[in-house]
C-alpha cells in the first residue's frame, strides 16, 4: 500500500511563503511524476505544478514565478515552495504521485490535503 503525507499548509498573510512537503512511503517500485494539484472552495480541482521523474517541471500560470516545485528522490519527497502569496491561493493542496507497485502499470496516489489560507 502507498501512502502520501502532506504537512505544510497553514495560514499565511498576503505576500508572504509557505513550503509544503509530501513524503511517499509503503512498499512500490519507483515514483513518477509528482505534483500538487489545490481545490479552492466552490471550484474544481486545478493542477499547480508537476515534476517529471527527470527533474522537468510544469507550472499553472496562475503561479508562475511565484512558485517552484522539487523532489528529492531519496526521501521519495516533492516540495512546493510558494511565495508572493495571494488570497486566491487559498485552497487545499493536494500532493499526488505516480506510483509503480510491482510489476503492475504506473498509477496514481494522493494524499490527504493541506488547507493553505492567505489573509489579506
Known amino acids: 500500500q502507498v501512502l502520501l503525507v502532506e504537512s505544510g499548509g497553514g495560514l499565511v498573510q498576503a505576500g508572504g511563503s509557505r513550503r509544503l512537503s509530501c513524503t511517499v512511503s509503503g512498499s512500490f517500485f519507483s515514483i513518477g511524476d509528482m505534483g500538487w494539484y489545490r481545490q479552492a472552495p466552490g471550484k474544481q480541482r486545478e493542477l499547480v505544478a508537476v515534476?517529471?521523474?527527470?527533474?522537468?517541471?510544469n507550472y499553472a500560470d496562475s503561479v508562475k514565478g511565484r512558485v517552484t516545485i522539487s523532489r528529492d528522490n531519496a526521501k521519495n519527497t516533492v516540495y512546493l515552495q510558494m511565495n508572493s502569496l495571494k488570497p486566491e491561493d487559498t485552497a487545499v493542496y493536494y500532493c499526488y504521485a505516480r506510483v509503480r507497485v510491482g510489476l503492475r502499470p504506473y498509477s496514481d496516489s494522493w494524499g490527504q490535503g493541506t488547507q493553505v489560507t492567505v489573509s489579506s
Open positions: 515534476t517529471t521523474s527527470g527533474g522537468s517541471t
